[in-house]
Nanobody, 126 residues
Framework: QVQLVESGGGSVQAGGSLRLSCRASVFPYWVNYIGWFRQSPRKEREGVATISRGGGSTYYVPSVEGRFTISQDNAKNTVYLQMNSLKPEDTAMYYC???????????????????WGQGTQVTVSS
């Protein structure tokens, strides 16, 4: 059973930074993508950033392009989301997911095998 542990969320003021971490107990062979998603009340879940397993490709939703960076440390089985210049509209619960496949780039809907983390809350105040 794969376990995903997310950390790094918190409360910051607009313009601040946070780095989210997603550590996996193991990366199953079928994982092709790792994605960060977010969901806030009364909004649908949104794919924020995706990285291919080898790290060769990254994708971002336009609203975070240039402010967020997704990266991975294979030795630590960890994927990061560096978030800079945070805005109040970035406030959400952030989830990471291991994905066999997905719809969209960045992934906005999972296809097939998926493992989800428990989520970490990010709150940005103005």
């Amino acid at each position: 059973q794969v376990q995903l542990v997310e950390s790094g969320g918190g409360s910051v003021q607009a313009g601040g930074s946070l780095r989210l971490s997603c550590r996996a107990s193991v990366f199953p062979y079928w994982v092709n993508y790792i994605g960060w998603f977010r969901q806030s009340p009364r909004k649908e879940r949104e794919g924020v950033a995706t990285i291919s397993r080898g790290g060769g490709s990254t994708y971002y939703v336009p609203s975070v392009e240039g402010r967020f960076t997704i990266s991975q440390d294979n030795a630590k089985n960890t994927v990061y989301l560096q978030m800079n210049s945070l805005k109040p509209e970035d406030t959400a619960m952030y989830y990471c997911a291991l994905l066999r496949d997905c719809h969209g780039r960045p992934c906005d809907r999972t296809l097939g095998d998926t493992y989800w983390g428990q989520g970490t809350q990010v709150t940005v105040s103005s």
